[in-house]
């Protein structure tokens, strides 16, 4: 069984920047997802099991990058530029057990969440 574990949100102005990370990532490919209130969750950001291949949603891309240290089995997502409608619970996801993995269906673990918001 994996546990994944979320930090690294908070409050931060428009433009600045927060990191999230995910520890006892599996070692599989791994995606973190947002949920904003009212709204459905959504696919951020997706790297494969090494590392070498990332993945982003258009909102995202250009400001976020995902990475990984299998060392210390630990997932993160740095996010700059950030605006208000950034703003939701981020969620972290691994093993893909289905395609597209832009899905959140096809993911057999999940973290509890963590809390970004983002002030204009």
């Known amino acids: 069984q994996v546990q994944l574990v979320e930090s690294g949100g908070g409050l931060v102005q428009a433009g600045g920047s927060l990191r999230l990370s995910c520890a006892a990532s599996?070692?599989?490919?791994s995606a973190w997802f947002r949920q904003a209130p009212g709204k459905e969750r959504e696919f951020v950001a997706g790297v494969t099991r090494s590392g070498d291949n990332t993945y982003y949603s258009d909102s995202v891309k250009g400001r976020f990058t995902i990475s990984r240290d299998n060392a210390k089995n630990t997932v993160f997502l740095q996010m700059n530029s950030l605006k208000p409608e950034d703003t939701a619970v981020y969620y972290c996801a691994a093993t893909v057990v289905s395609h597209p993995y832009s899905c959140p269906n096809n993911y057999k673990y999940w973290g509890q969440g963590t809390q970004v918001t983002v002030s204009s």
């Open positions: 599996a070692r599989t490919f």
